[in-house]
């Protein structure tokens, strides 16, 4: 069996060791016998919504991110939708979730338009507002998915979009009601990086078998052995849950000295 | 008797009495409270003035050569070589160096030598007046704490145009976000580089953070890469490409060679490993140079060089040969690899990954490292620090063929390493910022080695 992977704006979209994710869906793939095929996608080049089973988007800087808004909603937007409405996998992660929601308001109050897959917007509440940084964790279909955050804009969903999960501790989309991420058919976006998947193997493995299941229908995947992943899942909640206490001595132990304006 | 000076000392003193540590920042922090313009007040008194070296990597080894060479030329270098790189810190080097009524003791020979954190930089250039600052390279690093790379450029810009016309730059021409530094400079500017050879790469690394061009944000060229965005760039779509560098460099095996801007050729040892560290060298004799210190001088201050703390620092512990090597980002750790691998034989690895704030709390790093490069060339490795699962795990998808050992404490850790390392074999050390101190402290003990801010006057 093969799958085949379009990494969208490999060189654009890469901050916070993104590789990681295409890395563990290869080689879960590979263990199974899958193939996978990743293509690098980049600004200019065609985009074939039908060849690809999956697609996935990092997370960049400002400069970066305004670059790729405007190649997605010039070239490959009208493909990415016409693909995740198919129930092709879509995973988005930070900067590229912001992307797939209908707008992005940065510090300044410049708007990005976003592809508009998600109903959610996203809005920076200016350069003094409190970054979302820390470790993260979610409650997931009945599991936990966790990660580390590193957000300035605030992600609010319309009725049209449910959320990924309900944070456990850490922010998630805006701090406040208590959501994190967006679903649509497929198509998955979040603010969890660290990278997501290498310490998620249960969410790794969801999204290769609903490509798997597009493609050649209901296929069961092997179990593999996940103790390593599950020890660092299991560090990352312990200290995702500890935040508060950090937290609170952050500034005295010389957190944060220059805030990062946007995202 | 001044009241700042005396405090911070005394603290200094109290903290190092009751072992609590190098004891640098919290007397920087006392004196500064006591009297907010203790550096300002200072750095008048150093006769040479000072020089602030900042950049992502290789910061210390850099402001330590440097302060070699000044002593070397006859001069009393100020450095904060042994501690925080904050603004306390130089106001704790400061003291230090001070007498009891506030006055520098020699002033008319000292210089000023500081290694100043990324984001201090406009802060310090505004306290110290500095005669010249060392830009040495900007990567990915603790994006949590500094924000975007782009963030750190914007900040630097603004730090360079409120220099005074008597600020020397010294830029890394082969690092574009360094080199377009020149354009907002009020003084003058001194460029050095390398030139390619054996050590060159074929192609950008994954975390080669400086793709674009600082000018027109078009995608850059490389006509060679040293590692990570350092290279002979140049941007297809405006033009703009890297300056001749005014110090020319090229790694010939363990020598620099250098082409200075008179047209004479030297060569120099490099007394550490890596295309990293002869960048720092580089950087050092292009600041000694733009200082005008004597050639004799750049030479001898180099020979006399003993590593800094934590960086490919060797040590001898129960029969073994012990490197310590600092590695706190993509570009660092790549680069530690990468002349790892050059090592002959099999190699033992026992890697620290802690999520510290001096850290970054964010580990997602580690993903962006290029570890597959050590296929098949390591015996074992024990991953370990705060986040030890973390690193092990990024290990095993590297698909290394070594046999990978979890032990998150620090000290067993240690043990464990040392035990399997045959005697008279080496055992390469690879810590995070907090856990390089933790470590050290530990292997320095077994070694029956002084702590390291007794030995770290450079």
């Known amino acids: ?263 | 008797m001044d009241a700042a000076v005396l405090a911070a000392k005394g603290a200094s003193l109290l903290v190092r009495r009751l072992g609590l540590g190098g004891g640098t920042a919290l007397p920087g922090l006392l004196a500064l409270r006591l009297d907010p313009q203790v550096v300002p007040r200072l750095a008048a008194c150093l006769g040479r003035g000072a020089v602030l070296v900042t950049g992502t990597n290789g910061k210390t080894t850099t402001a330590r050569l440097l302060a070699g060479m000044a002593r070397a030329a006859g001069l009393r270098p100020v450095a904060n070589s042994a501690g925080s790189n904050m603004v306390r810190g130089i106001a704790a080097a400061l003291c230090q160096a001070a007498g009891p009524y506030g006055r520098l003791r020699e002033g008319d020979r000292s210089l000023g030598v500081f290694e100043v954190d990324e984001a201090t930089l406009p802060e310090a250039a505004g306290l110290v007046a500095p005669r010249a600052v060392v830009f040495l390279n900007l990567f990915r690093d603790q994006l949590d704490r500094y924000g975007e790379v782009d963030h750190v450029a914007s900040v630097w810009r603004t730090a360079v145009s409120r220099l005074g016309p008597d600020s020397t730059l010294v830029l890394n021409a082969d690092d574009p976000a360094v080199a377009s530094l020149a354009a907002g400079a009020p003084g003058a500017v001194v460029t050095y580089g390398l030139a390619p050879g054996p050590h060159s790469l074929p192609s950008l690394e994954h975390a080669a953070d400086a793709r674009w061009c600082p000018s027109c944000a078009g995608e850059l060229a490389y006509d060679a890469v040293h590692y990570a965005h350092l290279g002979l760039w140049r941007c297809p779509e405006c033009g703009l490409s890297r300056p001749t560098p005014q110090v020319d460099a090229s790694l010939d095996g363990g020598r620099l060679l250098l082409r200075l801007a008179d047209g004479s050729q030297r060569a120099l040892p490099l007394p550490l490993e890596g295309t990293y560290a002869a960048y720092d060298v580089l950087a050092a004799v292009a600041a000694a140079l733009a200082l005008g210190l004597p050639w004799s001088a750049v030479e001898e201050g180099l020979s006399r060089f003993s590593g800094a703390f934590g960086r490919q620092e060797r040590l001898q512990v129960q029969g073994r040969q012990v490197q310590v090597v600092l590695a706190k980002n993509p570009a660092g750790l790549n680069q530690v690899l990468r002349t790892l691998c050059g090592h002959p034989g099999p190699l033992r690895l026992a890697l620290f990954l802690n999520d510290g704030l001096a850290d970054g709390r964010d580990v997602s790093w580690i993903w962006d490292v290029d570890f597959e490069m050590l296929a098949g060339r390591v015996e074992w490795a024990v991953a370990s620090g705060t986040r030890a699962e973390d690193l092990a795990l990024r290990l095993h998808y590297a698909r290394l063929g070594a046999e990978l050992t979890v032990e998150p404490r620090p000290v067993s850790a240690l043990r464990l390493a040392l035990g399997r390392t045959p005697p008279g074999q080496t055992l390469h050390v690879l810590p995070t910022y907090t856990a390089l101190l933790q470590v050290r402290e530990v292997l320095a003990r077994w070694a029956g080695r002084r702590r390291f801010w007794e030995e770290t006057a450079p």
């Not at chain 1, 936990?144 to 804009?153: A, P, Q, R, S």
């Not at chain 1, 406040?176 to 790794?204: C, I």
């Open chain 1, 1 to 263: 069996m093969k799958l085949r992977l379009a990494w969208l704006y490999p060189r654009h979209m890469n901050v916070y060791g993104d590789r990681g994710n295409i890395l563990v869906l290869r080689e879960r793939c590979a263990a199974r016998g899958i193939e996978l095929e990743v293509d690098e996608v980049g600004p200019g080049d065609r985009l074939d919504p039908a060849r690809y089973d999956l697609f996935f988007l990092g997370g960049a800087q400002d400069r970066e991110q305004r670059l790729v808004a405007r190649d997605l909603a010039a070239h490959k937007g009208p493909a990415l939708r016409e693909a995740a409405e198919e129930g092709a996998v879509v995973l988005a992660v930070c900067g590229g979730y912001q992307l797939l929601g209908r707008f992005y308001r940065s510090a300044e109050g410049e708007e990005l338009t976003g592809l508009g897959l998600f109903d959610a917007w996203t809005v920076h509440p200016g350069p003094g507002a409190r970054r979302f940084i820390g470790n993260v964790a979610v409650e997931w279909q009945g599991g936990i998915l966790v990660g580390f955050e590193n957000h300035g804009g605030r992600t609010h969903l319309g009725p049209g979009a449910r959320p990924l999960g309900r944070v456990l501790a850490g922010y998630g989309n805006n701090g406040q009601d208590g959501s994190e991420g967006a679903v649509y058919k497929n198509a998955f976006g979040t603010y969890l990086h660290g990278p997501l998947l290498p310490k998620n193997p249960h969410f790794a493995d969801h999204l290769i078998a609903l490509a798997l299941a597009r493609r050649y229908g209901e296929v069961a995947l092997p179990p593999l052995d996940d103790s390593l992943a599950w020890a660092a899942h299991r560090r990352a909640l312990r200290l995702a849950r500890r935040r508060p206490i950090l937290e609170r001595w952050a500034h005295v132990l010389g957190g944060p000295r220059i805030w990062p304006r946007k995202r």
